[in-house]
């Protein structure tokens, strides 16, 4: 047999197998077929030192990663799982003093309370904080790299809020 075909062959029956398979995915997320819906509140801000669009940045990039890296679809009238919380730590820390009472490092830490409810299996519920942080250099001003910074850490924490909710299945 050419071995083309037979490859060919090999990959028509692999993507028969894998979309018979209800909670498959190659990213390692599995979702039960009686969930089909998301929806995520608007977040709040309950920190003093945050940009005043940060809960709606965090919402929408929280929004975006569901949409766009699950089968769910977006619906705000009783969706089968729900996340809202707010952004409640907004801290900015020297890390690496040095000589001279300047530090070499900066640190930005951020925190989100989150609480998820999943309405087909209320055992999957939680609300827990999700941080992360990143450094930047003790002679940048922050305002110059806040918007990357604040991208950066929200990147990560939705990816952990994403792996947290869809592999426990």
Not at 78 to 101: C, H, K, M, R, T
Not at 129 to 134: A, C, G, P, R
Request: with cysteine; charged share 25%; net charge negative.
């Amino acid at each position: 047999m050419n071995k083309s075909v037979l490859f060919f062959s090999l990959l028509i029956i692999s993507s028969i197998s894998f979309s018979s398979c209800v909670c498959y995915s190659f990213k390692g997320i599995s979702i039960p077929p009686d969930i089909n819906t998301f929806y995520v509140e608007n977040f709040k801000n309950k920190t003093v030192t945050a940009p005043v669009d940060i809960e709606v940045r965090f919402s929408e990039a929280l929004r975006s990663k569901i949409r766009n890296e699950s089968r769910l679809k977006f619906q705000e009238a009783e969706p089968d799982i729900l996340f809202e919380g707010d952004v409640v730590g907004y801290n900015i820390s020297a890390e690496a003093p040095q000589e001279g009472n300047t530090v070499a490092l900066n640190k930005l830490d951020i925190v989100v309370s989150v609480k998820y409810t999943n309405k087909t299996n209320e055992k999957l519920n939680y609300t827990r904080n999700f941080n992360f942080f990143q450094t930047y250099p003790g002679d940048q001003d922050l305002t110059n790299v806040q918007d990357d910074l604040i991208k950066r850490i929200f990147d990560q924490i939705v990816e952990r809020i994403f792996n947290d909710t869809f592999t426990t299945w």
